[in-house]
């Protein structure tokens, strides 16, 4: 457990008392506890975080501002695979989905993806942008203070570039800071319908270079599916990534078994998510590879799936687990990452302190973020401070939100003061 201060000499800008930490620091102590714990901020980074009896003066003498805490401070959370920006909704197809209609079919139909593609293209930056963010607000008053968003709703390059345009966007009119994944090979458009080598021809010709290019991708994602694309056409994929010295990530084994997660595992991936139906060998790959299982309870629980991730060959492969909402319109329309907690615990038997490990440091991991995820030294001070009596309630309840102030690169604000 780091103890230290900074050796600037100077005092902090604020300091957290009268609290306890949840570090998710791994070792000893579940939760990476530290009980009457204090917290020392400085031009936006952890300066300080230890017991309180460890600090070398009153609070009052190490910091400008002291805040007087009550109940637990976690890191700021993060939501590592959403697909928040986009156009319209599916309350329709839902009710197809209730009738009998399988998501595949209504996708096979035309509808699904397509749809809110349709959808997406029709409306210019301003309006993608209104449209997002209610979403994200309510993400932002559970304590989130970063977040993934993959484009896939567009499918042409100009619609592609848009969406993660206003993606980083998020991130100017609110307090969040944004990841963007590329996610052309989401679906085939209607301009490619029977040609989808030649739909991935353009991916990695035009599309992938024109949105590195425009400095709009930190990682490249696919869809890899029968309903999406073939491991092979998801490879070609990945080569492009790879000559643009992009990190790659990948949908894999949600529905059916394709070798995803060992194709993204072979390119050193960051992740691989959902993984419903991998089998030991992907779980294997994934291990050697250091890539992290991203899971989507949201997405299961909405298509109300029954094969459940193999959460046992993850942990016994040492395979990190992050927990994600999946926020998209079709299979998951969630903007709850506390809901998620529980949802992993429930439907795929985490534990609650694994649960808070993956909408934390794991899903930091999944991002490829090492400067947050956990409350340590020298992370960047996001902070979510929560009015429970222990972490475990975080997961424990459903529907409720404890999450009392965030603090943003030291900055504090109200959960629900961000709009
Ligand atoms: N898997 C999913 O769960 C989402 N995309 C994907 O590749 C679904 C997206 C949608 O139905 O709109
Ligand atoms: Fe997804």
Redesign the pocket.
Known sequence: METMAMPTGQPWDSVWINLSAATLQPGPEPYGAIPDAAVGVKDGHIAFVGPRADLTDRAQALAHTVHDGGGWMTPGLIDCHT?LV?GGN?AREFELRLQGAS?EEI?RAGG??LS?VRATRALDDDALLAATLPRLDSLLAEGVTTIEVKS??GLETDSELRMLRVARRLAEVRPVTVRTSF?AA?ALPPEFRDDPDGYIDLVCRDMLPAAAAAGLVDAVDG?C?GI?FSPAQIRRVFETARSLGLPVKL?AE?LSNLGGAALVADYGGLSAD?VEHLDEAGVAAMAKAGTVAVL?PG?FYALRETTRPPIDLLRRYGVPMALST?S?????PVTSLLLMLNMGCTLFRLTPEEALAGITRVAAQALGLTDRGTLRVGAWADLALWDIDHPAALSYAIGFNPCRAVVNAGVPRAPRSVA
Do not use: K
């Open positions: 697909h986009y599916r998501y996708a699904g993806i809110t896939g709703y996610l989401h869809f599916e999406g949908h949600q959902h989507l997405a999946d998209n319109p079709g299979t998951s």
